[in-house]
């Protein structure tokens, strides 16, 4: 492949990792916190190509040959090949992992905690559904009892056959996304399609459920209100 194909790619590269990590795309792909980190890595690429595309095109610089028997012309095929996943970065926006990931996959087996603080001020307290699920199943519910929670997250099939509220949690990047569960009692949403987004307000139940994907335990809320709202601009946990 010649320098300046790959200066290209590695432009577009570096502009399309600048670019999500921008508009907030790359939460589809990867945590929160690894912003700071593709950022740098983007304007890395940008500055790479820049520097690879001027060696190349300066009035002096040596112009490339290819061999006789055609390879230089087949690793440029090659080169430009390997475009598509740098435009397929730039024009492409996938959709977050949802509901088909939570019905292939066993919910996360939450690990314990030696303390858990007190819930924040104020009812209903908003938790993420993998705190509320450590909570209830290894505090014995402990610092949820007495209060409201609020808990958002994607619908999917319960271990009853009945609605749960679930959300991908990520240790890096959503190829390693596992499902949290949460079931609900109570006054449950009905008739809404897997995938759809709701915000649930109750409190902690006793009860204990097991996926049937996996056996892992899963934790109750005994709902009060529920409401649907749009897909959150941050999707994973």
Known sequence: MNRRIQGILLLLLGGAV???????????????GLRP???????????VAVVTLWQELRP????????????????????????LPALGLLLVSPKPLSSFAAAKSGTVTV????????LPAGDPA???????????LLDGGRSL???????TGFITGGPDGKPALAR???????????????????????GLADGTWVQAVGRYS???????????????????SWQEIPAPEQPYE
């Open 126 to 136: 908003p938790l993420p559904l993998l705190q509320y699920a450590a909570r209830a």
């Open 206 to 224: 006793t009860q204990v459920g097991k996926d049937p994907l996996n056996d892992a335990a899963i934790a109750y809320l005994e709902v009060a």
């Open 60 to 83: 002096h610089a040596h112009a490339e040959h290819d061999d006789d028997d055609g390879h230089g012309h087949h690793q440029s095929r090659i080169g430009w090949l390997l475009l």
């Open 18 to 32: 600048v670019k999500i990590s921008i508009n907030g795309t790359y939460l589809r792909y990867v945590k929160a």
């Open 168 to 190: 991908i949690v990520l240790n890096c990047c959503a190829a390693d996304g596992r499902p949290i569960k949460v079931a609900l009692t109570g006054a449950p949403p009905t």
């Open 145 to 151: 009892t007495g209060r409201t929670v609020q808990l």
């Open 111 to 118: 690990s314990a905690q030696s303390d858990y603080p007190p």
């Open 37 to 47: 980190l593709l950022i740098v890595a983007g304007v890395l690429l940008i500055a």
